[in-house]
C-alpha cells in the first residue's frame, strides 16, 4: 500500500483557507522569497520545510489570529527565530509585535523583512532571561522549549488578562501535564491546521502553584 504524500499548500490556498487580504498577502509573498533568499546564506528553518512554506511556516503561524481578541494590543513573541509565529501575525493584523531572539544573523534577517514589509516590530537581540520585564496581551512561541519552560519564560510578562498561545506537536501533552505540577492554569486546546499531530494552547489565567 503506498503512502499518502500531502501535497504542498499553495499560497492561494492559504490566503482562502485563512481569509487573507490582499495587501497582507503582497506582504506575506514578499517576506516568503525574502526568506528562500536568506536561507542560502544562513540557516533561519530547515530547508526541507521551504519546499511546503505556506503550510509549515505561513499557516502554522497564522492560524493563531483567530485566538486574538479585539482588545488585544500588544504581542511578545518567544525565540522568534525567522519570525514564526509573530512576525506573520504582525504582518496580518497589524499590531505591535515584539520578537525576541539572541541570534545575530536571525536578527539582521527580522530587520530586514520588517522593513522590506513596514510591520510594526520592536527587534530584542538577546536572551529571554535578560529581557526588561513588560506586560504583553498575547505571549506567542513555538518550536522553543518545553510547555513548562514556555511559562517560566512568560511569567513576567504576564498582566491579569495576558494570554499564551503555545504551538506544539505530538508530545504536548506530555509536557502539559509536567507543566501543570508547578502550575495553575486555564487551557483550551486547538488542532492545528497545519500539523495533523500538532495542537495549539490557549493558556490564560496562570498562576504557580503553592506545594
Given amino acids: 500500500m503506498s503512502q499518502h504524500i500531502e501535497q504542498p499548500l499553495s499560497e492561494k490556498e492559504f490566503q482562502h483557507q485563512l481569509g487573507i487580504d490582499k495587501a497582507?498577502?503582497?506582504?506575506?509573498?514578499?517576506?516568503?522569497?525574502?526568506?528562500?533568499?536568506?536561507q542560502a546564506r544562513i540557516n533561519l528553518v530547515s530547508t526541507s520545510s521551504l519546499n511546503d512554506i505556506w503550510r509549515r511556516h505561513m499557516l502554522d503561524s497564522a492560524q493563531l489570529k483567530k485566538f486574538i481578541r479585539p482588545s488585544d494590543q500588544t504581542i511578545l513573541d518567544?525565540?522568534?527565530?525567522?519570525?514564526?509565529?509573530?512576525?506573520?501575525?504582525?504582518?496580518?493584523?497589524?499590531?505591535?509585535?515584539?520578537?525576541?531572539?539572541?541570534?545575530?544573523?536571525?536578527?539582521?534577517f527580522l530587520r530586514e523583512v520588517a522593513r522590506?514589509?513596514?510591520?510594526?516590530?520592536?527587534?530584542?537581540?538577546?536572551?529571554?532571561?535578560?529581557?526588561?520585564a513588560f506586560s504583553a496581551d498575547?505571549?506567542?512561541?513555538?518550536?522553543?522549549?518545553p510547555l513548562e519552560n514556555l511559562i517560566v519564560y512568560s511569567a513576567e510578562f504576564l498582566?491579569?488578562?495576558?494570554?499564551?498561545?503555545?504551538?506544539?506537536?505530538a508530545k504536548g501533552g506530555q509536557e502539559?501535564?509536567?507543566a501543570r505540577k508547578k502550575w495553575n492554569m486555564i487551557v483550551t486546546e486547538a488542532e492545528s491546521l497545519s500539523d495533523a499531530s500538532g495542537v495549539i494552547y490557549l493558556i490564560e489565567g496562570i498562576h504557580r502553584r503553592h506545594v
Wanted: aromatic share 4%.
Fill in 24 to 38: 497582507a498577502m503582497d506582504r506575506l509573498l514578499c517576506y516568503a522569497e525574502m526568506l528562500r533568499t536568506w
Fill in 78 to 108: 518567544l525565540g522568534s527565530g525567522a519570525g514564526f509565529p509573530g512576525l506573520v501575525l504582525g504582518i496580518i493584523t497589524g499590531l505591535p509585535i515584539h520578537l525576541v531572539e539572541s541570534n545575530n544573523k536571525k536578527c539582521s
Fill in 138 to 145: 498575547i505571549i506567542t512561541a513555538r518550536a522553543l522549549a
Fill in 116 to 132: 522590506k514589509t513596514d510591520t510594526n516590530v520592536v527587534i530584542h537581540q538577546d536572551r529571554i532571561e535578560s529581557l526588561n
Fill in 176 to 178: 502539559l501535564t509536567q
Fill in 159 to 169: 498582566a491579569e488578562n495576558s494570554r499564551c498561545l503555545f504551538l506544539k506537536g
